[in-house]
């Protein structure tokens, strides 16, 4: 994922509460990274600036909160809404597990290492891309009910996304190879989402 540079006063304006939200919806979730995203927050929202692409680097939850922003401000949405859609549709079709068993492949050479980049890159697009369609393509509700009728709209692309994924769970093995169909099965949702209903 490449940002572009960052205007601290544009960007902290846009940005706004959206980590604080995210804060929010990953510790009502569970996830274990509430306090990674909550010192992005106190960086994005103070005057220590300087060293934050470092910190965003290193911080998995921060690419989180600027797509979250980033789908909230394309689609018009709330980022409170978009926040919970995107977390949704994470824990849903498991990509906080997905991204963890990616980001635990080799980096022993820098082949391994740029093929768990572009990997890891390829999920986080692809995810957000999912958040930003079912935003777009449902009415107002739930996460869980806009997450079914988003769903329903798109059955037989989730079903062998469905089935690919569980054979790469259940199979334990988790390579190049494997992660790489993995992630092109939530591609081809993105891509399915796109076609007419």
Sequence with gaps: MIFPPFDRNHDRAR????????????HDRGHGD?????????RIAGERVGD???QVAAMVPAYSAFDIVDIAASTGRSVEETSEVYFDLADRLQITRLRDR???LPRDDRWNTMARGALRDDLYTAHAELARDVLT?????TP???LAAWVARNAPAVTRAAQTLV???ESDAFTVA????????????VAASTLPA
């Design 15 to 26: 940005i706004g509460g959206v980590v604080d939200i995210a804060v929010a919806a990953v």
């Design 34 to 42: 509430v306090e990674l995203v909550a010192e992005v927050a106190a």
């Design 52 to 54: 934050l692409a470092d």
């Design 102 to 104: 990616i980001t635990a």
């Design 137 to 141: 393509v449902t009415e107002a509700g």
């Design 144 to 146: 869980e009910r806009r």
């Design 167 to 169: 054979e790469i769970w």
């Design 178 to 189: 494997t992660l790489s169909v993995a992630v092109r099965a939530i591609r081809t949702l």
